[in-house]
């Protein structure tokens, strides 16, 4: 049972294939990724790309159709209990006794799980920076201020993974800063994996280490944020030519490319890297005459351009 997280010790969640089906709708489709220790990582996607019922499945509560999830070394297929007590989550709002204090909220939470300790009650309070507010009763707290304490819940079995949907909704731009400084604390030290979902592209950049882009239930890209983008083997090169349609009559014939569109003396192209100088030599046997050549680049900016329509919420 003990496979690829393995042969590297730091990957702490495993989805493979994973599909699920309702009905005849599939809502998760043939997605895979892997989330290592200490990795802040962003699920991002427009609304119904199927980050919630992503994470449902991660968190255990509902079933996956194909396909198969592991946390740290367990499948949550064949051992979903031990799999399921390293992960954290939050899914939809925690309810608290809002009548209670904070503090006596996850006391109340630590008589119910197993091995949880008033020292480590401290620990993860001070993690959110909750400390000063512990005594003070929950229908006094804000938003920011009720969902430490939701994460400070979640933290308290010592988790591998915390799942959080959405966190920042409805948290105020103070808040939602505030938010990604704990969480970078708390995935520092205590080597945690966080993963979040959210539509919104500049929070999941200044919050994680990599996001995982879905649309339609599908895996679109995976990228690191910060570092420079991979060389990709495809590349989408724009030419201007002497004559478009000479141009276009001479890559029908050239296997491995794919004619984009033209406009005017221009034509847009995709093709192996590998193939650039094959095309550019036959365009030039053809009596084709190139004044420029550049690259198309698709940043995770464009993608998103495209799911909103050009209206950048955020
Ligand atoms: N139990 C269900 N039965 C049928 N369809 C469902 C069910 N749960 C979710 N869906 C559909 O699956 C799609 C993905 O839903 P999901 O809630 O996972 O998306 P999401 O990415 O979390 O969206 P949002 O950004 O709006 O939260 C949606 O079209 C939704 O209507
Ligand atoms: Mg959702």
């Known amino acids: 049972m003990k496979t690829a997280t393995q042969a590297n010790g730091s990957i702490v969640l495993q989805l ?42 991660i968190v ?38 809002s009548y209670m204090t904070g503090m006596d909220n996850l006391k109340q939470f630590m008589r119910m799980s197993e091995g949880v300790t008033e ?22 707290y804000s938003l920011g201020m009720r969902q430490r304490l939701g994460i400070a819940q979640a933290l308290l079995h010592n988790p591998s993974i ?44 200044q919050m994680c280490n990599r996001v995982v882009v879905v649309q339609e239930g599908k895996l679109v890209t995976v990228r690191s944020i910060g570092e420079e983008k991979q060389s990709e083997p495809q590349v989408t090169l724009s030419l201007q030519v002497s004559d478009v349609e000479l141009t276009e009559q001479t890559l029908k014939g050239q296997a491995g490319v794919k004619l984009e569109g033209t406009a005017n003396d221009r034509i847009t192209i995709t093709l192996l890297h590998e193939e ?30 495209k799911w909103t329509e050009g209206n950048r919420i955020a």
């Not at 095309?279 to 995770?300: D, P």
């Open 60 to 97: 255990g509560l509902i079933s996956m159709t194909e396909g198969d999830i592991r946390i740290r070394d367990y499948s949550i297929k064949d051992n979903f209990e031990k799999a399921i007590r390293h992960v954290g989550g939050i899914i939809e709002n925690p309810e608290f006794y």
């Open 162 to 205: 915390l799942i959080l949907d959405e966190p920042t909704n409805g948290l105020d731009p103070a808040g939602i800063r505030e938010m990604r400084g704990y969480m970078k604390e708390i995935a520092e030290k205590e080597g945690l994996a966080i993963l979040v979902s959210s539509h919104l592209l500049s929070e999941m950049e």
């Open 119 to 140: 020292a480590r009650i401290k620990e993860v309070t001070k993690l959110v920076g909750l400390e000063l507010a512990l005594d003070k009763k929950v229908k006094t």
């Open 276 to 305: 650039v100088p094959t095309v550019v030599k036959a365009l030039s046997n053809a009596g084709v005459g190139i004044y420029r050549m550049e690259e198309q680049k698709t940043t995770l900016e464009d993608q998103f351009m």
């Open 16 to 57: 493979d294939r994973v599909t699920k089906r309702i009905g005849n709708k599939t809502i998760v489709n043939d997605l895979s990724f892997t989330m290592s220790k200490g990795e802040i990582v962003g699920l991002l996607g427009p609304n119904g790309a199927g980050k919630t019922t992503t994470i449902r499945m």
